[in-house]
């Protein structure tokens, strides 16, 4: 087979329309030998030629004869020397870090392992080849009929984010065609765009797309990585959710961007970028490792045989290297620009500012994202931990950034099961967080309000169980989070107490009614506009099955869940005042009438120093004047809305609440009640407000 010199860039397996150019960056390698395959499990290569030529350590060759769809991977020759840094061992095959595409799942073997231990315990390099293991690398062909795709960029302000899983959304969905449940393009299938598009749902977020690995003691116990953080490769959609192979996921993935774009709804990516699925020392050499360890991973400055671990994960990737930084912007510049995503949920993301061992706010990787042109535009959403010293960041991330933030989750746990003492957290939650994004003049749109995510109990398990119940994990109960703020209300899960049930579905419209209602960005966990359960399990990673599946099968309080939550997305959508750009302020409108809000108790008055001192006070009232909106229109007119009154009973007994005096007449207006039903006119100067339960009014001017 020719090959030619080729060319450095771009790095990758890169079919041009008549041959393919193969580039890898190695800085310490002595050698790289190209590898060509014929089939997945093929433990001996068909062929293979060394990549002669050099430039700037990255190793390269240009094959006319190769084209897409075929195997291929590297072998690298080096020092195996881990007290050095360097753990090269070219028996091992290693997978493309820049492949577009695997040809399927690892299979888990003593050979995968790229060392064994020698007489005194010191490692050694193992010698068998692993070949018949490895997933293969694909050329893929780039060319796809994206048309008129659009590019949606839907302002922050009107986004609704819905988190799920690829396979868990469709794979018990009796109206996806049997032979696309849990697969791209069955997500893509139109009862499932038809349920978003229902709930006002205006972005996806996928927990994670990339080519990942299930660890060896979850495959030997018949489990599986089923959330998927465990990435083998950066810019390889995972095959597991596609119908074909050998590069057919990508065109599968790219039809189902094209198809949700299509529908309005935005494409957003969690990814890993902070560790990858070859563990630590005694993990397998499946990429990186073998291909440049000490360039690509944090090692132990004090003994280059250990990595530095940030993620819990066994290794952290080396941000100090520029080589390490390219391959993640290469990664994000690939998604976006190449697979038309519209924006990334980043993992653990302090572990990526790490350059030493603080996290740094300006740090390189965050500079690189926010001046690159291709994207601009993105959405960038961080979960702002990890599990280094100083990992908690939330509110620290730099302009343009959004992130989860956990203190919103936590705050309303805590209000709505009762706890005393929370009413100035919950202010500040139902207001944008302004104590947390404010001080670095970033907007309510920082904010990605959540009270449920992949992890942790589902939002019907919240109100269910007191204590997690992860027996079926097969780690003795050990995993997952104690710390989970939720309330049986009477019984630790299942119960066929009416009482309970109604109580309990009360709560879940609490916690829904509040998310929608408050100011920043709204994020549902899917499935649980339609109580979805998980038994208690609050750590689900490794349950690929019906217990983490949606179950579409709907009895009628779960219908009646369903359309509760299309309605309170609708008054979101109706409603500017429930979508600021900007903190409130707590000054007067223009016309003197009334502040753009206003905090009050039970007695329609504002709220004293008394009534926020008061640990055991669990009612809270927020008045927010629709002449004060700060919504413009496309053409940067001011457009006012409904002047609403959003008061909240966490209390165990029913609350008079009596609405202020306004200072124009008129009547007020129930919009949503979470213990009545809806949409009548409060014809008294009083209402009842059942105990745990909302009331949403809108105020009517009189004709």
């Known amino acids: 087979m020719q090959v030619w010199p080729g060319k450095?860039?771009?790095?990758?397996?890169?079919?041009?329309?008549?041959?393919?150019?193969?580039?890898?960056?190695?800085?310490?390698?002595?050698?790289?030998?190209?590898?060509?395959?014929?089939?997945?499990?093929?433990?001996?290569?068909?062929?293979?030629?060394?990549?002669?030529?050099?430039?700037?350590?990255?190793?390269?060759?240009?094959?006319?004869?190769?084209?897409?769809?075929?195997l291929y991977g590297y072998r690298v020759r080096g020092p195996y020397a881990p007290a050095e840094g360097h753990r090269f061992n070219p028996s091992k095959l290693l997978v493309d870090p820049y492949a577009r595409a695997l040809s399927g799942p690892l299979r888990w073997s003593d050979t995968v392992f790229g060392y064994t231990m020698g007489s005194a315990d010191e490692p050694h390099a193992d010698p068998w080849d692993d070949a018949g293991f490895i997933?293969?690398?694909?050329?893929?062909?780039?060319?796809?009929?994206?048309?008129?795709?659009?590019?949606?960029?839907?302002?922050?302000?009107?986004?609704?984010?819905?988190e799920c899983h690829v396979k868990g959304m469709t794979a018990r969905h009796p109206d996806v065609p049997e032979a696309l449940r849990g697969t791209y393009l069955g997500l893509a299938s139109e009862p499932i765009i038809e349920h978003l598009q229902s709930l006002g749902v205006t972005a996806i977020e996928l927990l994670p797309i990339?080519?990942?690995?299930?660890?060896?003691?979850?495959?030997?116990?018949?489990?599986?990585?089923?959330?998927?953080?465990n990435t083998l490769g950066f810019f390889a959609p995972d095959a597991r959710f596609a119908t074909g192979t050998f590069g057919q996921q990508v065109f599968e993935f790219k039809s189902m961007v094209k198809t949700l774009h299509r529908a309005g709804i935005e494409v957003i990516l969690d990814v890993v970028?902070?560790?990858?699925?070859?563990?630590?020392?005694?993990?397998?050499?499946?990429?990186?490792?073998?291909?440049?360890?000490?360039?690509?991973?944090?090692?132990?400055?004090?003994?280059?045989?250990?990595?530095?671990d940030f993620t819990g994960c066994g290794n952290s990737l080396n941000m100090r290297h520029a080589r390490t930084l390219q391959l993640i912007m290469d990664s994000l510049r690939y998604w976006a620009g190449e697979m038309h995503v519209d924006g990334f949920r980043f993992d653990l993301a302090p572990a990526l500012a790490r350059e030493l061992r603080d996290v740094d706010r300006l740090g390189r990787f965050f500079a690189m994202v926010e001046q690159d042109p291709v994207l601009a535009g993105t959405k960038l959403i961080a979960e702002p931990w990890d599990l280094g010293p100083g990992g908690y960041q939330v509110g620290n991330f730099p302009d343009g950034w959004a992130e989860w933030n956990?203190?919103?989750?936590?705050?309303?746990?805590?209000?709505?099961?009762?706890?005393?003492?929370?009413?100035?957290?919950?202010a500040s939650r139902l207001s944008g967080s302004a104590d947390i994004y404010a001080p670095a003049a970033r907007s309510p749109h920082a904010s990605v309000n959540f009270v449920t995510c992949h992890d942790g109990f589902t939002l019907r398990d919240l109100v269910s169980y007191e204590h997690k119940h992860n027996e079926a994990n097969g780690e003795g109960n050990r995993d997952g989070s104690d710390a989970n703020w939720s309330r049986n209300w009477g019984v630790e899960g299942p119960t066929e107490s009416q009482r309970i049930l109604a109580l309990r579905n009360r709560m879940m419209r609490n916690f829904l009614a509040t998310l929608v209602f408050s100011q920043g960005v709204p994020m549902l966990s899917h499935g649980d506009e339609l109580g979805r359960t998980q038994g208690g399990n609050n750590n689900a990673y490794c349950q690929d099955g019906p217990l983490t599946w949606v179950d579409?099968?709907?009895?009628?309080?779960?219908?009646?869940?369903?359309?509760?939550?299309?309605?309170?997305?609708?008054?979101?959508?109706?409603?500017?005042?429930?979508?600021?750009?900007?903190?409130?302020?707590?000054?007067?409108?223009?016309?003197?009438?009334?502040?753009?809000?206003?905090?009050?108790?039970?007695?329609?008055?504002?709220?004293?120093?008394?009534?926020w001192?008061?640990?055991?006070?669990?009612?809270?009232?927020?008045?927010?004047?629709?002449?004060?909106?700060?919504?413009?229109?496309?053409?940067?007119?001011?457009?006012?809305?409904?002047?609403?009154?959003?008061?909240?009973?966490?209390?165990?007994?029913?609350?008079?609440?009596?609405?202020?005096?306004?200072?124009?007449?008129?009547?007020?207006?129930?919009?949503?009640?979470?213990?009545?039903?809806?949409?009548?006119?409060?014809?008294?100067?009083?209402?009842?407000?059942?105990?745990?339960?909302?009331?949403?009014?809108?105020?009517?001017?009189?004709?």
């Open 8 to 70: 450095p860039y771009p790095l990758g397996a890169i079919w041009d329309g008549q041959g393919t150019n193969f580039a890898l960056f190695s800085e310490h390698a002595e050698a790289v030998e190209l590898c060509l395959f014929d089939r997945h499990h093929d433990a001996e290569q068909a062929s293979s030629m060394e990549l002669r030529s050099r430039t700037n350590r990255i190793w390269h060759g240009y094959l006319p004869d190769v084209r897409p769809g075929q």
């Open 135 to 162: 997933p293969k690398s694909v050329v893929v062909d780039p060319s796809f009929p994206w048309g008129d795709d659009p590019s949606l960029q839907t302002p922050w302000g009107d986004t609704v984010i819905y």
């Open 210 to 229: 990339h080519h990942a690995v299930s660890e060896r003691h979850l495959s030997r116990a018949g489990r599986s990585n089923y959330w998927g953080y």
């Open 273 to 308: 970028y902070n560790h990858t699925a070859e563990g630590n020392h005694q993990g397998p050499t499946l990429s990186l490792r073998g291909i440049d360890n000490l360039a690509y991973y944090r090692l132990d400055e004090n003994d280059l045989r250990y990595y530095v």
């Open 406 to 426: 956990a203190e919103y989750r936590d705050t309303l746990r805590r209000y709505w099961r009762g706890d005393p003492g929370q009413l100035g957290d919950l």
């Open 552 to 611: 579409w099968e709907l009895d009628d309080e779960r219908r009646e869940l369903l359309a509760f939550t299309r309605r309170v997305l609708q008054l979101r959508r109706e409603n500017p005042v429930l979508r600021r750009h900007n903190f409130f302020s707590g000054e007067f409108g223009a016309d003197g009438a009334l502040k753009d809000v206003t905090w009050l108790n039970a007695e329609g008055k504002e709220m004293g120093d008394g009534d």
């Open 613 to 703: 001192a008061d640990p055991e006070r669990r009612t809270l009232g927020m008045l927010t004047s629709g002449e004060t909106s700060d919504f413009r229109d496309g053409r940067g007119r001011p457009v006012s809305g409904d002047t609403l009154l959003l008061f909240l009973n966490a209390g165990s007994r029913p609350v008079l609440f009596s609405p202020p005096e306004m200072p124009a007449p008129g009547r007020w207006e129930v919009l949503v009640s979470t213990g009545r039903p809806m949409g009548r006119v409060l014809r008294r100067p009083r209402m009842s407000v059942l105990a745990h339960s909302l009331v949403l009014l809108a105020h009517r001017r009189a004709a």
